[in-house]
């Protein structure tokens, strides 16, 4: 039997999260780049499938290390989102491609401080978004961590 959600086609659902129903559109690749190692063995920084690149959650990992960068907050934020920036460039997208994200706060009264910078790289049209309250990130000293979604609006496939 059939799943009904795979019987509609490049339309509806599909049509959202890919541009194109084309089997080839969908080569999938792994995007890990340099200095932002996968903590674990079953963990992607990011995968391309197509135009879309989707970035996993990512916390102010100082790059080339294992290490939360020292700071609140802001800071962390700021490390995390350049973080995301360089997964998102090795895949050949930029953060003006970023269509949604999610931001994991540890404590909610960080969330003006975190809004602050993330405004910085969502100054025009802003990716839809979701902000929750966790009780813990798998990086004991994180305050943040976001995911994202890319569609790469270029024609340039890296």
Do not use: W
Request: proline residues 8%; positive net charge; glycine residues 8%.
């Amino acid at each position: 039997m059939r799943h009904p959600l795979l019987t509609i086609g490049c339309g509806a659902a599909f049509g959202l999260l890919l541009s194109s129903c084309a089997p080839t559109s969908l080569a999938r690749r792994t995007i890990n780049p340099p200095g932002i190692a996968p903590l674990v063995p079953a963990y992607s920084v990011a995968i391309r499938a197509g135009n879309q690149v989707f970035v996993s959650g990512m916390t102010g990992i100082t790059p080339g290390t294992q290490d939360i960068i020292a700071g609140g907050v802001e800071i962390q934020t700021r490390q995390t989102l350049e973080n995301i920036r360089t997964a998102l460039r090795t895949a050949g997208a930029t953060m003006a491609d970023v269509g949604e994200c999610t931001v994991f706060l540890i404590d909610m009264r960080d969330y003006a401080a975190m809004n602050g910078v993330y405004t910085e790289y969502f100054r025009v049209d802003p990716p839809a978004r979701a902000t929750v309250a966790v009780t813990a990130l798998p990086r004991p000293a994180a305050r943040v961590e976001i995911k994202c979604s890319a569609q790469i609006r270029s024609s340039e496939k890296p």
